[in-house]
């Protein structure tokens, strides 16, 4: 199997540069000439054809280039041993065999940083396991709440379902979203179901999860590194009395949370609209990178209408789209400089 990626070994060369800036006479020459002489970041890419689209983005490589950072296409058809040396490996692959292959190489290479590790990724695979961490986190120092939506995990037989949301005392409506995340667009389909009778018409394995009001806001939290970005996306309307009485069966729901949903310029209620506080969501980030053993994803969160100080974390994702951030070329770039800059102060100092 061979990554497809729309980016050519050509256009991930050298940086392009103006020849008048490497001229002695240019005052900038001497800075730009040792920018061209210190060693170069290589990162190796492992991604899919969508992904390479809307993340290896021209003001990317542009910005990259210019830092020193060169993008190079793995092969899957040939031995990872036998391409790069790279310095960096960024992946989205979910395959088996490609988890095996990363792991083989790692333990031969142990110096190359691998973004992120396949068994820390493969938790998020799952949106049972997902959520499983953010159970457990301790934000005690603040006043805001972080908590999951109540849920149940159903994996086979559609007539059960009526009697384990019973049972597991969940109340109606519920947003029901398959079980397995794997990167296809049938991963991220979401429905809400109105009432009990037309649960039976889902399709397992999935989750159904309780659905909390929400002003119709949902704030996507990009994570790179330590670095944090948030953004506003509109969401699934708020479900009042009227809707409960006068709706039943199961209602399939748009992508919401995609840039095209970007509600950072809306004229929004400022309680609806306000960003989670800065300092929750450092805590929250840094808690969670260290419970997941993971460097980039992105938390979907919400607030519940009427009640400021309680947020409910609905999705986790491993390397979003961060194409869609604004600015994110800057961030990244800066990500995976620091990444090299580690390194070589580890081999400066033979660790």
């Known amino acids: 199997m061979r990554l497809r990626g729309d980016v050519s070994d050509d256009e991930e060369g050298d940086a392009v540069m103006d020849p008048a800036l490497l001229s002695s006479s240019s005052p900038n020459g001497a800075a730009v000439a040792a920018a061209v002489a210190a060693p170069r970041l290589v990162v190796g890419y492992a991604l899919t054809k969508k992904k390479v689209k809307s993340f290896l983005q021209p003001k990317l490589l542009l910005l990259a280039r210019k830092k020193g950072i060169i993008f190079i296409s793995i092969d899957e058809t040939r031995p990872l041993s036998e391409q790069g040396p790279f310095d960096i490996i960024l992946h989205k692959v979910t395959s088996k065999e490609w988890q095996q292959v990363l792991e083989d190489y790692h333990e031969v290479h142990p110096q190359v940083t691998i973004l992120d590790p396949p068994n820390a990724i493969e938790h998020l695979n799952n949106r049972q396991s997902m959520l499983e961490e953010v159970a457990d986190l301790n934000l005690s120092s603040f006043y805001e709440e972080v908590c999951t939506p109540r849920q ?200």
């Open 152 to 351: 149940v995990v159903i994996m086979k037989d559609p007539s059960s379902i009526p009697t384990a949301v019973a049972m597991a005392g969940l109340t109606l409506p519920l947003v029901a979203k398959p079980l397995v995340v794997d990167g296809t667009s049938k991963s991220h389909e979401l429905s809400l179901a109105y009432d009990e009778a037309s649960l039976s018409m889902l399709d397992p394995p999935l989750v159904l999860q309780e659905f909390v009001n929400h002003g119709g806001i949902l704030f996507k939290v990009y994570i790179i590194g330590e670095a944090i970005q948030v953004v506003r996306r509109f969401s699934v309307p708020d479900v009042n009395t009227y809707d409960l009485l006068n709706n039943v069966g199961i209602y399939r729901l748009p992508r919401v949370s995609c840039a095209a949903a970007s509600a950072d310029h809306a004229d929004l209620d400022p309680r609806i609209a306000e960003l989670p506080p800065r300092p929750l969501l450092e805590k929250l980030s840094r808690e969670l990178r260290g419970r997941l053993g993971l460097r980039l994803f992105n938390i979907d969160m919400i607030r519940e209408l009427g009640a400021n100080d309680r947020y409910y974390i609905i999705d986790i994702n491993y390397f979003p789209g961060y194409g869609k951030m604004p600015g994110y070329e800057h961030i990244f770039t800066d990500f995976l400089q620091s990444l090299g800059q580690h390194k070589y102060k580890r081999s400066l100092s033979g660790g």
